[in-house]
């Protein structure tokens, strides 16, 4: 079974500061992993994925993300945070078959919030 | 392009009554999905479709029934509401590892 651990269910930071949003998983298999974000009111939008291949994945908005194996962590990073960014965001593993790509697990969420 | 179009956007319903939730689709993806959003805890898989006229349970699929009579549509029912049930719905379809969501339809039962 999947489990995904997002630390923190809520992260402050300042306009112009480092970005950091926590995820664990637990995978019996090898893993595809997401991160999505969710804008008040809205569905949830594909910030980057990480498949095969290169542990460094660059996605929308400047965000990145490096997937550690041998820490089973996916974290979220932005180096310079924008008042646009606020939002929630949700990390997600599946399993690597090609049916399973939709079915995901999601972890709890993390909501950022940006200060001037 | 309208993507995934998912009606009705809000619904109050009393414990009971039953509702169906449409999803509707535009770019032709074989996979669909219905999703549950509930405070603090993610997203969760209710029932999910790999194709026409296929539907298999997700996560938590107890109260729920799913149709996928067209590739394009994939419907979500409650046959006897429940408290319990009250939530924010959100389809999906996906694409090479890619999901698009709807903007969710928010279901309230009382």
Known sequence: ?116 | NAGVTQTPKFRVLKTGQSMTLLCAQDMNHEYMYWYRQDPGMGLRLIHYSVGEGTTAKGEVPDGYNVSRLKKQNFLLGLESAAPSQTSVYFCASSYIGELFFGEGSRLTVL
């Open chain 1, 1 to 116: 079974a999947q489990s995904v651990t997002q630390l923190g269910s809520h992260v402050s930071v300042s306009e112009g500061a480092l970005v950091l949003l926590r995820c664990n998983y637990s995978s019996s298999v090898p893993p595809y992993l997401f991160w999505y974000v969710q804008y008040p009111n809205q569905g949830l939008q594909l910030l980057l994925k990480y498949t095969t291949g290169a542990t460094l994945v660059k996605g929308i908005n400047g965000f990145e993300a490096e997937f550690k194996k041998s820490e089973t962590s996916f974290h979220l990073t932005k180096p310079s945070a924008h008042m646009s960014d606020a939002a929630e965001y949700f990390c997600a593993v599946s399993d690597s078959g090609g049916t399973s790509y939709g079915k995901l697990t999601f972890g709890q969420g993390t909501i950022l919030t940006v200060h001037p």
